[in-house]
């Protein structure tokens, strides 16, 4: 009996001291897509090369991941300004780029989440076409395309679910240019397939994501967004208060690595992956490296 309660007892604190362990961890996530992978695996590399425990959840869809963090169940994630501003924070007023990080700041900070300092990457959204198709069409900016397509042209449009049914994304954006592709020139697809799908000629204007490493790659050219209709999407590590009062200099440690990053960087780091076909580890183990800190 002595010895079976003995055993109960060495489980039961076996247990605690395991609980107690995911509980100091810092618990980092990421989104669904190349970037945010990368951004995860970076940020899990360099916090436990800094001494932090890490626990890397990835592959989550942008609100889910909003209400894991909300709910206490991610401490950290790369998060865009833009995407705050209007998808969770309901906001339809235009802002600069500083302006929208400090109105997601302040929206953001009553639930407990902070932002730390930004980085020198915008990810915003873009319409782009094969370059020698742009050009024999005549369109540079979203102007041309809606003028185009408001002419008669059959042009196809490929994107992801979430941008068309997005409240920054594919109706205001028509409502703004005053066009529409029609339903019949949707295509539907993952992102990642919208780049395969322009650069083989399956559609004619794929949404896009500024920084990816295969805007420049497959010789694509982005539409100018004449009438300013997307927000900027400042890449920006978002962090729960709590994990910032639990784990001492965990945000020093994330502004270090977000100054670090922008558009260059981010679209290389992309490309690597993406084109070059590099693990998603290797990309953000070579980073790491490369960098002095």
Known sequence: MLKRALR???????????????????????????????LAEMTTQYLA??????????????????????AGQIDVYWEYTG????????????????????????LDATKGLVWLSPSKANNTYAFAMRRADAQAKGIKSLSDL????????????GSNAEFYARSDGLRPLQATYGFEFGRANIVRMDSGLVYQAL???????????????????????????????????ALTPVVRQAAIDQHPGLAES???????????????????????KKSVEDVAAGFIKAQSW
Do not use: C, W
Not at 52 to 64: C, E, N
């Open 83 to 106: 995407t705050s501003l209007v998808t969770f924070n309901k906001i339809k007023e235009r802002l600069d780029a500083r302006a929208t990080y400090e109105k997601v700041k302040q």
């Open 8 to 38: 109960i007892a060495a489980t039961l604190a076996g247990a605690a001291l395991s609980l107690s362990a995911q509980a100091q961890a810092v618990v980092v996530g990421g989104k669904n897509f190349t970037e945010q992978q990368i």
């Open 146 to 157: 809606a003028a185009k397509v408001s002419s008669g042209e059959p042009l196809k449009f």
């Open 254 to 276: 994330l502004n270090k690595l977000s100054a670090k990053l922008d558009d260059t960087v981010m679209a290389r780091l992309n490309a690597a992956v993406d084109v070059d």
């Open 49 to 70: 090369g800094n001494g932090f425990t890490v626990d890397k959840r990835v592959g989550l869809g942008s609100a889910a991941l909003r209400q894991a963090q909300e």
């Open 199 to 233: 650069r083989d000629g399956q559609i004619d204007v794929g949404l896009v994501f500024a920084t990816d490493g295969r805007v420049q790659a497959f010789d694509f050219v982005t539409l100018a967004d004449d009438k300013g209709h997307f927000p900027n999407y």
